[in-house]
């Protein structure tokens, strides 16, 4: 394993899961990005935009100190991460929720439905990369 960090992990995993309290202590909703960016678009903008634009802030400021954190190597065409990023919205909506509001917030209260989607991601995912190695080699 490289890069094995498991006190920034244990710190992150820590803010996260305070995050996802605070939001259901304080706003009464749950913290799932997926349906906070959906009614965001539709109907309901309020504090949602507010909600996103603040990860896109964070995420920039995050980018100008620690450039290094973006370092990428994609070598993926621009049309098949397009693609990806569809298909994983229409998992969403299909799923009612995705891993963060699933796996972070159902789990954490104790949802039969999180727990199961969560255990659907985690299986489709393995899937996925067993297919895809096996269709175009191990080291893929």
Known sequence: MQDFTPVSALIG??????????????????????????????????????????????????????????????????????????????GTTLGSGCTSGHGVCGNSRLSIRSLVATCTFIAAGALAVAARRALLGDGA
């Open 13 to 90: 995993g820590g803010l996260i899961g305070a995050a996802a309290a605070a939001m259901l202590y304080f706003n009464g909703q749950i913290a799932g990005i997926s349906g906070i960016l959906g009614s965001a678009m539709t109907t309901k903008p309020g504090w949602r935009l507010s909600f996103v634009g603040g990860l896109l802030v964070g995420g920039t400021a995050l980018a100008w100190v620690y450039p290094a954190a973006y370092a990428s190597t994609i070598t993926t065409p621009a049309a098949t991460l397009v693609v990806a990023g569809l298909l994983v919205g229409f």
